[in-house]
């Protein structure tokens, strides 16, 4: 579309092309809505994108998000994407020293290995047993939850009904995660173990008052009704192509290099001014729907922007001529790194990561976990690499928010990674640094990236992956029927910083497009 065309009309207008906005694009178009997506950058997809980050190497990563678990198979199948996730055969390994013995959990690989592998660390049966009571309990919440996120927000009420289990809703959702952990687990590294799904981008303690961890935790149990998080095949950018593909099919008009500067609005009616390499130009439409952080929305509209926000987490993203040996030879790396490799996640570890991060200190010990999705996905890698071994990691660092990188965002983050790959190595029979893979340039082939340089690349503000904190569920005061709306009648936020937002899922950009429809 040239800026010099005039003022077109549309049904709709999308200002995003991240993930969210493909998904109400597809939907809208497949309505019979004419559709307009602006998106800024020369490609869509947003943070849901897969790239060869190393010269000169055949290796496409999930760069900035890793896993699926919130996407409804409602959406797969409404929008007849050509879209596959397959499955991790082991959930997690967690490396630790005990008795100057190193040892670790392995869990998954079928029931009878996993109660072996708590055994072999807990010298008993109670922590497996209270590990299968705590996951049939979040198992049956996931059940109940899941499917409402497409649907209408319930009430507070409605939804504690529908969960019918009160045990289940005071630990989610009325006392801090940290109780329901405390009481159910002895094992100081199984109860990090459980808690990390509540740190996951949120920065918060185990028993913070705010329940930010809780509402983090429930969203990363719920996915799926099963709380699975499995790999995208292709990578994340397969995805993201499919709902391109899937728009463009329908009728939508997709605009890269197209940057949305306002947006003018009387409710009824509204006017999106842009700008491309060419200049200014303006897209009318009766409905405008803003795939950007709630930030991005108030600065389009000239409102008062909400509460800063502020990401928490380093990621990394490496490739390795080979996995290493780990110094727990019980186990194999191919099963070690084919879950999530959590690292320095002890219950205390976590709780003095946060603690020395509170206080404006890096932590010490800074806690992350791995993934390595070559070994679920082997297409990711060229066939030279994938016949050599190569393998893919991507790592996420806890508890590392934003403030800590601004006065030195470059010397903080090789700080940080440096002190983050020594916990590694702490629990590897050979240093990560003999099996990095090097790129065309003979550079080690690892990537690192602060919130700041989120917040710079993404426009994520604070570098926050979901935008805000996350929200309940359900509706509270202000929310509005889909949890999209804002005070413009006919403005509706289908980003992650929606109610029912964060991590790779379509929901909000499905439910702001029923909003739509509705109306």
């Known amino acids: 579309m040239s800026a010099n065309e005039g003022t077109r009309t549309y049904d709709a207008v999308v200002v995003g092309g991240g993930h969210n906005g493909l998904v109400a694009a597809a939907y809208l178009a497949r309505a019979g809505r004419s559709v307009l997506v602006l998106e800024r950058l020369d490609h869509t997809g947003g943070a849901a994108v897969s790239t060869r980050p190393f010269a000169g190497v055949d290796a496409r990563l999930s760069r900035y998000s890793y896993l699926v678990s919130l996407l409804p198979q409602k959406i797969v199948r409404d929008l007849g994407l050509d879209f596959r996730v397959r499955g991790r055969t082991i959930s997690s390994y967690t490396p630790v020293e005990r008795g100057g013995r190193a040892t670790g959990l392995l869990v998954g690989g079928g029931e009878e290995r996993t109660r072996e592998a708590f055994a072999r660390l807990t010298g008993g049966e109670r922590e497996y047993a209270s590990w299968q009571r705590f996951y049939g309990m979040t198992g049956q919440v996931a059940q109940r939850v899941f499917p409402t996120l497409t649907e209408p927000l319930p009430t507070r009420e409605e939804l504690r009904r529908r969960i019918d289990d009160e045990t289940a809703w005071r630990a989610l959702f009325e006392e801090p995660i940290g109780v329901a952990v405390e009481a159910n687990f002895t094992d100081d590294l199984v109860r990090g173990v459980v808690l990390t799904d509540a740190l996951i981008g949120t920065f918060a303690d185990a028993h913070d008052a705010s329940l930010a961890q809780n509402r983090c935790f429930l969203y990363h149990v719920i996915g799926g009704g099963t709380g699975a998080w499995d790999v995208p095949v292709g990578g994340m950018g397969a995805l993201t192509d499919a709902l391109a593909a899937a728009a463009r099919g329908a009728g939508a008009v997709i605009e890269t290099g197209h940057e949305a500067l306002r947006i003018a609005t009387d409710g009824h009616t509204a006017e999106v001014t842009f700008r491309t390499a060419d200049g200014e130009g303006v897209a009318a439409a009766r409905h405008v729907l803003v795939n950007a952080s709630p930030q991005e929305l108030a600065a389009l509209t000239g409102d008062a922007a909400p509460e800063p926000a502020e990401g928490a987490q380093l990621k990394v993203n490496m490739l390795l001529k080979r996995l290493?040996?780990?110094?727990?030879?019980?186990?194999?790396?191919?099963?070690?790194?084919?879950?999530?490799?959590?690292?320095?996640?002890?219950?205390?570890?976590?709780?003095?990561?946060?603690?020395?991060?509170?206080?404006?200190?890096?932590?010490?010990?800074?806690?992350?976990?791995?993934?390595?999705?070559?070994?679920?996905?082997?297409?990711?890698?060229?066939?030279?690499?994938?016949?050599?071994?190569?393998?893919?990691?991507?790592?996420?660092?806890?508890?590392?928010?934003?403030?800590?990188?601004?006065?030195?965002?470059?010397?903080?983050?090789?700080?940080?990674?440096?002190?983050?790959?020594?916990?590694?190595?702490?629990?590897?029979?050979?240093?990560?640094?003999?099996?990095?893979?090097?790129?065309?340039?003979?550079?080690?082939?690892?990537?690192?990236?602060?919130?700041?340089?989120?917040?710079?690349?993404?426009?994520?503000?604070?570098?926050?992956?979901?935008?805000?904190?996350?929200?309940?569920p359900y509706a509270q005061e202000g929310t509005g029927r889909w949890g999209v709306e804002t005070r413009h009648g006919n403005v509706l936020l289908c980003g992650a910083g929606a109610v029912r937002g964060g991590g790779v899922s379509g929901v909000p950009g499905h439910n702001a497009a029923m909003a739509v429809l509705e109306g």
């Open 324 to 472: 290493p040996r780990l110094r727990d030879s019980a186990v194999d790396p191919r099963e070690a790194f084919a879950g999530t490799f959590h690292i320095a996640e002890g219950y205390q570890q976590l709780a003095a990561a946060h603690a020395q991060a509170a206080a404006g200190e890096l932590p010490a010990t800074p806690p992350s976990e791995i993934y390595c999705h070559s070994l679920t996905d082997p297409s990711i890698l060229g066939p030279d690499l994938a016949e050599r071994g190569y393998q893919t990691l991507t790592l996420f660092g806890l508890h590392t928010p934003a403030r800590l990188f601004a006065r030195d965002n470059d010397g903080v983050r090789e700080e940080l990674l440096k002190a983050t790959l020594a916990q590694l190595d702490a629990h590897l029979a050979e240093p990560l640094g003999d099996c990095l893979a090097t790129d065309a340039e003979g550079r080690p082939c690892i990537e690192a990236k602060t919130p700041l340089d989120l917040e710079r690349d993404l426009r994520l503000p604070g570098g926050n992956i979901f935008h805000r904190a996350l929200s309940w």
